[in-house]
């Protein structure tokens, strides 16, 4: 024997509760995004071009060089642009521009702070960020949203309990809206534009590492859900 269908409707037999439930978590970032811009300027394409290949190189390098601390480093836009002179006739190339933006992801935080402070104390080179991230698949999306659940649930009941009545059945649940609030920075380091004479000189004039502490994620899920209701008596 199967039983009666429910219609998507209320009905004085079946009443119709329209609820949502809502949560909302704290966690600590799982990721920390640091977005490295490295630039090369020079009268001869060629010239610009392998100063341009040589210091993206160099980043890359010291970025791999923190092993496992590093999850991901990858690149992105890559420009080389020829500067045209402003005065005189026809199309002179007055110099060329080169630009290359990487993206690094670090797991370690205790690392994050000297490796952009490094990076940013490059020729050159500019650093924007930190910013963090949760893992899609992290653990704590699935607990918001159970616990999104639970809150329409107790919502329907209370409803139910000020009408005299109890819930019957769920109707419809659907998801409206889940996610991370990640933390994006305003501004970057800023670029340096120096230049060392020798290792030696490099390792006296090294930079303190900043500290950056991680920021604190917001984690929000959000149901809609239907239920019938035993028909209350009024």
């Known amino acids: 024997m199967t039983s009666p269908r429910i219609p998507p409707y209320g009905t004085p037999d079946a009443p119709l509760l329209a609820v949502r439930g809502e949560a909302e978590l704290e966690t600590d970032p799982d990721l920390a995004h640091l977005g490295i811009t490295v630039t090369a300027r020079g009268k001869e394409r060629r010239t610009t071009l392998d100063d341009l290949t040589r210091r993206n190189a160099t980043v ?32 002179r190339v007055h110099a060329y521009h080169g630009r290359v933006h990487l993206t690094a992801e670090l797991t370690d935080f205790t690392a994050l702070g ?26 704590v999306h699935r ?12 919502r ?50 090294a930079p303190e590492p900043l500290d950056l502490e991680p920021q604190r994620m917001r984690v929000r899920a959000e149901v809609s859900a239907q239920f019938t209701m035993v028909p209350p008596t009024l």
């Open 156 to 205: 329907a009941k209370e409803y139910a309990e000020a009408l005299g009545t109890t819930v019957g059945a769920l109707i419809e649940l659907a998801d409206t809206g889940t996610g991370s609030v990640p933390g994006r920075p305003r501004s970057g380091f800023g670029s340096r534009v120096r230049r060392m004479s020798t290792a030696a000189e490099a390792e006296e004039t």
């Open 143 to 154: 607990a918001a949203r159970r616990q999104a659940v639970q809150d329409a649930v107790r």
């Open 60 to 91: 890359v390098e010291l970025i791999k060089s923190y092993g496992d601390a590093v999850e991901d480093v990858s690149t992105g836009a890559v420009s080389l642009t020829p500067e045209l002179e402003r005065r005189g006739r026809g199309e």
């Open 114 to 139: 000297e490796l952009a402070t490094r990076l940013a104390d490059l020729d050159l080179t500019r650093v924007d960020g930190p910013w963090w991230t949760l893992r899609p698949d992290s653990p």
